[in-house]
């Protein structure tokens, strides 16, 4: 049996269908996991993606011939049958299924095993060959349940709420910002949030979605406003004079990288919460078993060291070079420039 | 591992250890001067007396001697946790520190103890572990990790390591303890210096300097001259200030009392044993006197290569070879204690009087005055000041003559005034994942000159990019590795730096054949390509020049 999927200079390819996954050049048929900058590029001539990326890549990427289709619904075409199953990392985030002559790969894009009750909960789907991520392919990468997490940021908010400070928490436009959101919505009465993240709002409130009220942080709002309040920003507006108006405030990062004490401390951050919609090296290992693979690539993150360990227990593994994992969903996060 | 760090939260009472951890998390995380002083204070007025001392130790440099080693803890990590050592390893190159890499693998308990024991109870457990055997040794660290939080396990390693840097300094501590006993921070900074022992030493007796026998090795704090920054013309008349040359050896204070002599570096490390030379000074020194000076290679009355001294530094033992080829001298600066007598509120003039009678009154030849550089403008001042590098110094001192002997690091009497570094354009060829606040970032080179159309490794450099150009070197070391060895990259030769140092020596430990003095990246030349760098002949002719 050959290879179903080629790793070309353009991206995953298969040759039976003649379509990319995730392509990191413009390509004629792209198939996308979900709807993050580095995974979902401009330029393809079609898209093939869940339901609820669509949308989010609308307004991302602009008018595209969008084909959407729900999980587990495959469809099939040059002698393959493609299906997508919840990969659990963000909204309408999926593992791309191919199956030819009997022979089945799983592209997983990025994922969670986690349920963050958003995202749709992680499937493990059986195959012969799985093609995982591995951002945090390293044993220190091992999470606190979410619960926990949330616990801490609350009593984060709550102590600096006696200190009279904003809470600044930063978390990635799509995905994190609406799992925290979710979290500390209730904690008060309005939680403040930087454009970016409104825009992403918007599509989703749109689309359906079920999400508590935000504000906009516009320029007319007074500074009084935000006083011991809430606010959600992207990573891309921290450090810049557009969160002075928050002053005093604490900066609380969230990210699976915050697990690292060096990480956080060249962020500067006030807090660090590792918060992750990625697997963890747990997660990750759970992930492989699940799925039955007797092959496995690891790709972009800890790839070399994650394919090593899973060769020593006996899964053949190896490593790919992608151009996945930079900038993550750094576009999307435009500077409100009328603010500035 | 996420965290709280608003010390609002902090609950007195708490297991000693835990308050412990919270400490050098908030130290390590807090940005501002400020809020690192709260924490301090907040530690120092809650936490038990004797987990105090230690803390006070730990932070000037006081550590208990290391009783178990990194290679043991790696081992012993990697047997709990279940996992290839290789693994263990790639794990830490990340992290970049060995304490936080085992605080994160092990795993978490579900019911952490509370009110666990306190800081010194671990401490005195190391001392007492010194002697015994290996089995005992793991038993204690195995069952501790179990019992610990993360955060606190991670103390617990640091305790266990060779360094603790946590991100505050000496002064810092200095000042949240005169903050609380509500004394000058200078009186505090004396009383906490020289030789005290933590496990018999009080805290009110360590603060309140009247504890306990007299310590007659005590030095005084340094003070430190910060660099110059603006026109020296902008000091003001060139008569109200003194120019000395400013020598590159370590820094010193010689002590005599009690009929004993002392030796302390400016690290606060008595190295009395190092330098049998000054033996001499016991004898002919009068009683009841602190020299601050610079210790130096000095043969035939001339400052030689700082490298010289270094080759024996690093020795237990001074043998005789060395006392012959890198003869240690004194180079006196300044007179802080005469006849028992704390002289530091006196003008440099005075105090400087006094030191030219005592020094002259020696006849040692491997004691000499600091000379000093007389002058009549600034203009002149700054002709002389090229002319550093032939006598191996690093530039200038400029002292105001009617200043006092202060503590630490201080603007406005005192300032450095370095000449400007050599500098050489090399092109990267090794990176390495840096430590710190630069964990899982390449950070750390290694660069090379041309030799003909070959490359020749010739130093490392870890600093002088801003954080924004480390990241695009990391972003570019990650896309254009060639090859592993271990935790080090070869990478492709295409990144170009100026390479800024204060010496050059000659060095058989080198494939380059010379060793470097404080080398730094002044500058990423992008505007040069790699066939454009300096090559192993340059290297070679400043060796010649500068390399005596």
């Known amino acids: 049996m050959g290879q179903i999927i080629e790793f070309t200079d353009s991206g995953l390819y298969c040759p039976a269908g003649q379509f990319y996954i995730d392509p990191w050049k413009p390509v004629d048929k792209a198939v996308i996991t979900h709807a993050h900058s580095d995974h979902a590029r401009p330029g393809n001539g079609s898209y093939l993606c869940h339901y609820a990326s669509t949308p989010i890549l609308q307004l991302r990427l602009g008018d595209n011939a969008y084909q959407s289709i729900g999980w587990n619904e495959p469809i099939q075409f040059n002698g393959i049958k493609l299906s997508l199953h919840p990969a659990g990392h963000i909204i309408g985030s999926s593992q791309v299924r191919i199956e030819q002559d009997g022979e089945v790969w799983v592209v997983s894009g990025d994922y969670k095993v986690e349920n963050d009750s958003i995202s749709g909960a992680f499937e493990p789907v059986p195959c012969h060959t799985f093609i995982t991520e591995s951002t945090f392919g390293l044993p220190i990468y091992n999470w606190k349940p979410q619960a926990d997490i949330y616990t801490d940021i609350r009593n984060w908010i709550h102590s600096n709420q006696l200190a009279g400070k904003t809470s600044v928490l930063i978390a990635y436009s799509l995905g994190k910002a609406q799992r925290v959101l979710q979290a500390i919505a209730h904690l008060t009465g309005k939680v403040f949030v930087h454009g970016a993240i409104w825009n992403t709002h918007q599509v989703l409130l749109q689309a359906g979605w079920q999400l508590p009220e935000v504000i906009r942080v516009t320029p007319e709002l007074p500074k009084e406003a935000f006083k011991g309040q809430v606010v959600i920003a992207p990573p891309s507006a921290d450090g810049t004079p557009w969160m002075r108006r928050f002053a005093p405030y604490s900066v609380g990062v969230c990210s699976g990288w915050m697990q690292v004490r060096g990480h956080q401390r060249r962020r500067n951050a006030d807090a660090g919460f590792a918060l992750s919609d990625h697997a963890d090296w747990k997660g990750l290992l759970q992930a492989v078993k699940a799925t039955g693979a007797t092959k496995v690539y690891a790709t972009h993150g800890f790839q070399a060291v994650f394919s090593r360990y899973l060769t020593e227990q006996g899964i053949e593994a190896a490593e790919v070079k992608t151009e996945y994992g930079t900038e993550e969903e750094e576009a999307i996060t435009e500077p409100e420039k009328t603010d500035e | ?548």
């Open chain 2, 1 to 548: 591992m996420s965290n709280t760090t608003d010390h609002t939260i902090h609950m007195p009472g708490l297991g000693g250890m835990q308050q412990f951890a919270q400490l050098v998390q908030d130290l390590g995380m807090h940005t501002k001067t400020n809020d690192k002083l709260e924490a301090l204070v907040h530690y120092f007025t809650h936490a038990n007396d004797k987990d105090k001392v230690w803390v006070i130790a730990l932070f000037s440099g006081r550590r208990p001697r290391r009783t178990i080693n990194s290679t043991q803890l790696q081992t012993w990590c990697a047997e709990v946790v279940g996992l290839p050592l290789w693994l263990l390893e790639e794990s830490y190159h990340t992290v970049g520190d060995l304490s936080e890499t085992i605080a994160l693998l092990i795993p978490e308990q579900n019911n952490p103890a509370v009110n666990g024991q306190p800081l010194h109870y671990y401490v005195e457990q190391f001392l007492q572990l010194e002697k015994a055997d290996e089995a005992t040794k793991k038993d204690f660290i195995l069952h501790s990790w179990q019992e610990l939080t993360s955060k606190e396990r991670f103390v617990f390693n640091k305790l266990l390591s060779s360094t603790f840097r946590v991100g505050v300094s000496q002064s810092m501590m200095v000042n949240a303890l005169a903050r609380i006993l509500q004394l000058e921070s200078s009186v505090i900074a004396h009383r906490i210096s020289g030789n005290w022992d933590p496990s018999t030493t009080s805290f009110d007796a360590l603060v309140s300097g009247e504890g306990g026998s007299v310590d007659h090795s005590k030095p005084y704090p340094f003070y430190l001259a910060y660099a110059i920054e603006e026109e020296v013309a902008a000091l003001g008349d060139p008569a109200d200030w003194q120019a000395e040359w400013k020598w590159d050896g370590i820094r010193g204070q010689i002590i005599k009392r009690n009929g004993q002599l002392f030796v302390w570096s400016r690290g606060e490390d008595l190295i009395t044993e190092k330098f049998p030379e000054f033996a001499a000074l016991l004898d002919k020194l009068p009683e009841g006197v602190v020299i601050d000076g610079e210790i130096l290679p000095v043969k035939d009355e001339q400052v030689l290569n700082f490298n010289v001294l270094q080759t024996r530094i690093g020795r237990k033992n001074v043998t005789k070879k060395h006392l012959q080829e890198a003869p240690a001298g004194l180079y006196a600066y300044d007179l802080l204690e005469l006849d028992g007598q704390d002289i530091r509120h006196l003008s440099l003039t005075e105090r400087r009087a006094a030191l030219e009678i005592l020094i002259q009154g020696l006849q040692l030849p491997f004691v000499q005055l600091s000379p000093i550089v007389t002058f009549d403008d600034w203009q002149q001042l700054t002709t002389l000041r090229e002319s550093a590098r032939d006598l191996n110094s690093e530039g200038l001192m400029l002292k105001r003559k009617s200043s006092a002997y202060l503590v630490g690091r201080k603007r406005g009497d005192w300032w450095k005034w370095k000449i400007d570094p050599l500098t050489i354009d090399a092109v990267m060829v090794y990176a390495q994942k840096g430590t710190g606040r630069r964990s899982n970032l390449y950070t750390d080179y290694t660069f090379a000159v041309k030799d003909g159309d070959k490359l020749v490794t010739f130093t490392k450099a870890y600093s002088g990019l801003t954080d924004k150009e480390f990241a695009q070197v990391d972003n570019f070391v990650k896309r254009n590795s060639i090859e592993k060895f271990g935790p080090v990259r070869t990478v492709k030769p295409e990144l170009v730096f100026e390479i800024a140092f204060e010496g050059i020596a000659a060095s058989n430990r080198h494939k380059s054949g010379v060793a470097l003095r404080f080398p730094r990246m002044s500058r990423w030349r992008t505007d040069k390509k790699a066939d454009e760098i300096n090559t192993l002949d340059d290297l070679k002719k400043m060796l010649a020049l500068y390399g005596k």
